[in-house]
């Protein structure tokens, strides 16, 4: 029975062992230390100003899928939107629904809130996510564009 929770304090460092095969998942073949991995999860999502909120996917002992979001400001008028970062359930389990009983219980998260919209982005080249949303009957939002800014860039912009 898969159980999908809020992450707590001591989940931290499953839930690193988690981030680094999603990291895996998307290439990495440098990780950072465990230690390190537990520190920055801790801080971001348990210190103040939080990062983001984290919704676990438990089988019995062991942690096979979480959700990453955070709450923007303003969406639609005056609303605020969840905006979810990161879906991951790990190979072993997909295909068994438990991403479909994440984004369930992350939009009664939204609902909950009373978020007037959930948004998200997937890579072009991860046909697997698109497949998954496209079975959940969630369409392409082609309105969009997105932008990033990072590394020297980002360095550049703020001086």
Not at 20 to 30: I, P, V
Not at 46 to 54: C, D, I, K
Request: charged share 25%; proline share 4%; aromatic share 10%.
């Amino acid at each position: 029975m898969v159980e999908i929770r809020p992450a707590e304090q001591r989940d931290v460092e499953a839930l690193a062992v988690l981030m680094e095969d999603l990291d895996r998942f998307y290439g990495a073949t440098d990780v950072e230390p465990l230690e390190q991995r537990v520190r920055q999860i801790a801080e971001n999502i348990f210190e103040e100003p939080l990062a983001a909120y984290v919704l676990l996917a438990w089988e019995d002992e062991q942690l096979v899928g979480m959700a990453a979001y955070s709450f923007l400001w303003p969406a639609a008028g005056v609303t605020r939107s969840l905006y979810l970062k990161e879906l991951y359930v790990t190979e072993e389990f997909r295909g068994q629904g438990i991403g479909a009983l994440l984004m369930q219980r992350l939009c009664q998260v939204a609902v909950e809130h009373e978020c007037s919209r959930v948004e998200w982005t997937t890579d072009q080249d991860n046909p697997l996510a698109e497949a998954f949303y496209e079975q959940l009957g969630i369409p392409k939002n082609q309105e969009k564009i997105f932008y990033r800014l990072a590394g020297d860039g980002l360095r550049q912009m703020a001086l």
